[in-house]
């Protein structure tokens, strides 16, 4: 809360001193004997309300611990002299009290910051305390050391986890979408279990049953009529489950026609096998050829920036695509993600609210050959409607930008994400254009996709603009009827 505190400038010479009320004659031994009695009253008075006056502190003596102001305008600063020892060995600078009331600061934090001034170390570790907490609590490294949770990050990914699932069976019953939805590394795994565990599988079973008729057992017996024929083992029987349900057919191995079993097997197999291949080689082509992938391309500027356009404030970022493909219907959404308190007294966490980004009049839906420029003009239907850039500091919310279309390449449709946070959104500032015409053709440069430039804006809010303006055409408009009715001639 220190940073609300006026800072104290880091050369105090530069200023001139405080006005000072003229000092009465006195004798310096009574000087020398007060000056002890004026400092320990000066901080025993910090606590108490100061009078909104100056008091009269030793004249020439500048204390590094205590901020000194500015001149107001139109008087001279006095140029600062040397301190004296013998006149005013350690006085204390006082100034009016409302260069410390600030009515936003609470009650708790007002208390520490005067139970904190009323300790007297010494002026060079005060003013280096001072210094270094007002660096902390400034409001630049306040947002730097914040760790903010985003509800969506840059890259367009949900920081959203579900937990305390009850129904997991449902997941079961889509399962295509199951695995098309797991990551590569657990993807690849139930790729190649589903296939293994079927080989194993049924080679189990083919294994069994050329021990129960007794084909192992009578192996190199031309008179034995075998069901499996060159099966002597588990790992010859794997071979076999492999070669049928693969159809490779080395041909020292395979089914006879002297038991029924081993033909519905090996038609079984083959079923399995058959679905395993289309669902696997599906999942696997689906899952390389997710549009997700093609929002890689389509990006979306670091910083939102607030400028007048047309006379009205707008809120305004940057999309552009990086292929030269282009997205077909091409619609571009958003959403501001922040949590607000009913007049009931019910908080609704994370409330999204829609962004009008043109869709009554069709600006929303995008050409995107070249990146375009989105605004969102701040009217009596927008969230930041009565938001200054003052409140926009002291706001937490997020904006959540969605960009869907249709790939021309494979016709599939693309959803790309990113989102804005109160402390990315620069007022005052404008885009630079990143289109040229070279050799008849428009050259985009991307290198200047990210660059703004300051423009003179008004700090305050859409709300008071056009309060002021009402106010002012009302004004105009009356002093035109005054003029009217004075210009009109006189009846006879």
Same mark, same amino acid.
């Given at each position: 809360?220190?940073?609300?505190?006026?800072?104290?400038?880091?050369?105090?010479?530069?200023?001139?001193? +405080?006005?000072?009320?003229?000092?009465?004659?006195?004798?310096?031994?009574?000087?020398?004997?007060?000056?002890?009695?004026?400092?320990?009253?000066?901080?025993?008075?910090?606590?108490?309300?100061?009078?909104?006056?100056?008091?009269?502190?030793?004249?020439?003596?500048?204390?590094?611990?205590?901020? $000194?102001?500015?001149?107001?305008?139109?008087?001279?600063?006095?140029?600062?002299?040397?301190?004296?020892?013998?006149?005013?060995? $350690?006085?204390?600078?006082?100034?009016?009290?409302?260069?410390?009331?600030?009515?936003?600061?609470?009650?708790?934090?007002?208390?520490?910051?005067?139970?904190?001034?009323?300790?007297?170390?010494?002026?060079?570790?005060?003013? $280096?305390?001072?210094?270094?907490?007002?660096?902390?609590?400034?409001?630049?490294?306040?947002?730097?050391?914040?760790?903010?949770?985003?509800?969506?990050?840059?890259?367009?990914?949900?920081?959203?986890?579900?937990?305390?699932?009850?129904?997991?069976?449902?997941?079961?019953?889509?399962?295509?979408?199951?695995?098309?939805?797991?990551?590569?590394?657990?993807?690849?795994?139930? @790729?190649?279990?589903?296939?293994?565990?079927?080989?194993?599988?049924?080679?189990?079973?083919?294994? +069994?049953?050329?021990?129960? %008729?007794?084909?192992?057992?009578? %192996?190199?017996?031309?008179?034995?009529?075998?069901?499996?024929?060159?099966?002597?083992?588990?790992?010859?029987?794997?071979?076999?489950?492999?070669?049928?349900?693969?159809?490779?057919?080395?041909?020292?191995?395979?089914?006879?026609?002297?038991?029924?079993?081993?033909?519905?097997?090996?038609?079984?197999?083959?079923?399995?096998?058959?679905?395993?291949?289309?669902?696997?080689?599906?999942?696997?082509?689906?899952?390389?050829?997710?549009?997700?992938?093609?929002?890689?391309?389509?990006? @979306?500027?670091?910083?939102?920036?607030?400028?007048?356009?047309?006379?009205?404030?707008?809120?305004?970022?940057?999309?552009?695509?990086?292929?030269?493909?282009?997205?077909?219907?091409?619609?571009?959404?958003?959403?501001?993600?922040?949590?607000?308190?009913?007049?009931?007294?019910?908080?609704?966490?994370?409330?999204?609210?829609?962004?009008?980004?043109?869709?009554?009049t069709g600006e929303d839906r995008l050409f995107?050959?070249?990146?375009?420029?989105?605004?969102?003009?701040?009217?009596?239907?927008?969230?930041?409607?009565?938001?200054?850039?003052?409140?926009?500091? %002291?706001?937490?919310?997020?904006?959540?930008?969605?960009?869907?279309?249709?790939?021309?390449?494979?016709?599939?449709?693309?959803?790309?994400?990113?989102?804005?946070?109160?402390?990315?959104?620069?007022?005052?500032?404008?885009?630079?254009?990143?289109?040229?015409?070279?050799?008849?053709?428009?050259?985009?440069?991307?290198?200047?996709?990210?660059?703004? +430039?300051?423009?003179?804006?008004?700090?305050?809010?859409?709300?008071?603009?056009?309060?002021?303006?009402?106010?002012?055409q009302q004004e105009h408009s009356t002093l035109?009827?005054?003029?009217?009715?004075?210009?009109?001639?006189?009846?006879?």
């Amino acid at each position: 809360m220190l940073a609300y505190l006026p800072r104290p400038p880091t050369d105090t010479s530069r200023y001139g001193t +405080f006005p000072q009320k003229p000092e009465l004659p006195a004798a310096p031994g009574a000087l020398a004997e007060d000056g002890w009695q004026q400092v320990s009253a000066a901080t025993a008075k910090r606590s108490a309300p100061m009078p909104n006056y100056p008091s009269p502190p030793c004249r020439g003596s500048i204390n590094p611990s205590e901020p $000194s102001l500015l001149p107001s305008h139109g008087s001279l600063a006095a140029p600062p002299r040397p301190s004296d020892p013998s006149r005013c060995p $350690s006085a204390a600078r006082w100034y009016p009290l409302h260069a410390l009331s600030v009515p936003n600061i609470p009650s708790s934090s007002r208390g520490k910051t005067l139970a904190r001034s009323t300790a007297t170390p010494s002026p060079e570790g005060l003013q $280096s305390r001072r210094c270094k907490l007002l660096e902390e609590d400034s409001p630049v490294v306040q947002a730097s050391k914040r760790q903010r949770q985003r509800y969506v990050t840059k890259v367009g990914k949900c920081q959203v986890n579900l937990g305390n699932i009850q129904e997991k069976k449902r997941f079961l019953s889509d399962i295509f979408t199951t695995i098309v939805d797991l990551k590569y590394r657990w993807f690849l795994f139930v @790729f190649m279990m589903c296939y293994i565990v079927t080989w194993v599988a049924f080679g189990t079973v083919y294994f +069994f049953d050329a021990w129960a %008729r007794g084909d192992i057992e009578h %192996r190199g017996d031309p008179q034995w009529q075998a069901c499996i024929e060159n099966v002597d083992g588990f790992i010859s029987a794997l071979l076999f489950s492999v070669e049928s349900q693969r159809t490779i057919g080395y041909g020292s191995r395979m089914v006879t026609a002297n038991c029924a079993e081993g033909v519905i097997l090996l038609m079984a197999q083959s079923i399995v096998g058959s679905m395993i291949d289309a669902l696997m080689v599906g999942c696997m082509f689906v899952k390389i050829s997710r549009p997700k992938k093609r929002a890689q391309t389509l990006i @979306f500027s670091k910083n939102c920036v607030i400028s007048r356009r047309d006379e009205k404030l707008c809120l305004m970022f940057r999309v552009g695509d990086l292929r030269e493909s282009h997205m077909v219907d091409a619609k571009i959404r958003a959403k501001l993600i922040k949590s607000r308190q009913t007049a009931e007294g019910e908080f609704i966490p994370l409330e999204q609210s829609e962004l009008n980004l043109g869709y009554d009049t069709g600006e929303d839906r995008l050409f995107l050959v070249e990146p375009q420029i989105i605004c969102h003009v701040i009217n009596r239907r927008s969230p930041f409607w009565d938001m200054s850039a003052e409140s926009l500091r %002291r706001e937490q919310f997020e904006i959540i930008i969605i960009l869907e279309g249709i790939v021309e390449a494979t016709g599939m449709t693309c959803q790309a994400r990113t989102s804005y946070t109160e402390d990315e959104i620069l007022w005052g500032y404008r885009f630079e254009p990143c289109m040229s015409l070279e050799k008849g053709a428009f050259q985009v440069d991307y290198s200047r996709f990210e660059m703004t +430039f300051e423009v003179q804006t008004p700090a305050a809010s859409a709300k008071e603009l056009q309060e002021l303006k009402e106010l002012e055409q009302q004004e105009h408009s009356t002093l035109s009827l005054y003029w009217d009715h004075l210009l009109q001639p006189c009846a006879p």
